[in-house]
């Protein structure tokens, strides 16, 4: 049951240009998402989050947008540089409790030409 | 900057033994968790802790696992008699409180269970 969804299981971009990364979720209690960027053999790190109040929100080179219809978000990172190489997750969350436990999505493998 | 730490980064051990996963989260975070990745899979959730006490748990987290603060600094992770599927990497994460879904997570131990 993926209640969180990355498709694209990598994606290859040219320095300098833009990165798209897509993100689906069935779950409507979703108000809250993430992204998280992750090297090998280190732990995902934070990287930008959105509240469902806002369909963009914006981080320098990073902007996550929300379509809360179709139920989707994406995160644009402009330009793309090779120290962007990694894998992102992205994750959705929602009250529960008090305790707001995020769903994490596959991944997506972005790696970045020179 | 403040980090979570685990160790070890890799442990190997034989199915049925027991072994103890050690995280070090950032010093004044309230809020530990654990979450597993099986390779080429998503991350998923474990388990949940604060206040001493879990407060939530996934389907994962059955009877063979338990979980510890037992000095006011280490967050620990026990697996009572290993499995082969336990197989997996197993990343700590500390949050600070208020919206606790921004987690910090450590770089992980890989354990293989032969």
Redesign the interface.
């Known amino acids: 049951d993926q209640q969180v969804k990355q498709n694209s299981p990598s994606l290859s971009v040219q320095e300098g240009r833009i990165s798209i990364l897509n993100c689906d979720y069935t779950n409507s209690m979703f108000d809250y998402f993430l992204w998280y960027k992750k090297y090998p053999a280190e732990g995902p790190t934070f990287l930008i989050s959105i509240s469902s109040i806002k369909d963009k929100n914006e981080d320098g080179r990073f902007t996550v947008f929300l379509n809360k219809s179709a139920k989707h978000l994406s995160l644009h990172i402009v330009p793309s540089q090779p120290g962007d190489s990694a894998v992102y997750f992205c994750a959705a969350s929602g009250a529960s409790g008090g305790s707001y436990i995020p769903t994490f999505g596959r991944g997506t493998s972005l790696i970045v030409h020179p | 900057e403040p980090e979570?730490t685990?160790t070890p980064s890799h442990q190997v051990t034989q199915m049925g033994q027991e072994v103890i996963l050690r995280c070090v989260p950032i010093s004044n975070h309230l809020?530990f968790?654990w979450y597993r990745q099986i390779l080429g899979?998503?991350?998923?959730?474990l388990v949940?802790f604060?206040n001493n006490e879990i407060?939530?748990k996934s389907e994962i987290f059955d009877d063979q696992f338990s979980v510890e603060r037992p000095d006011g600094s280490n967050f620990t992770l026990k697996i009572r008699s290993t499995k082969l599927e336990d197989s997996a990497m197993y990343?700590c994460?500390s949050a600070g409180g208020g919206?606790?879904?921004?987690?910090?997570?450590?770089?992980?131990t890989r354990l293989t269970v032969l």
């Open positions: 979570v685990q809020y968790y899979q998503k991350v998923e959730f949940s604060y407060s939530e990343f994460a919206r606790t879904d921004t987690q910090y997570f450590g770089p992980g």
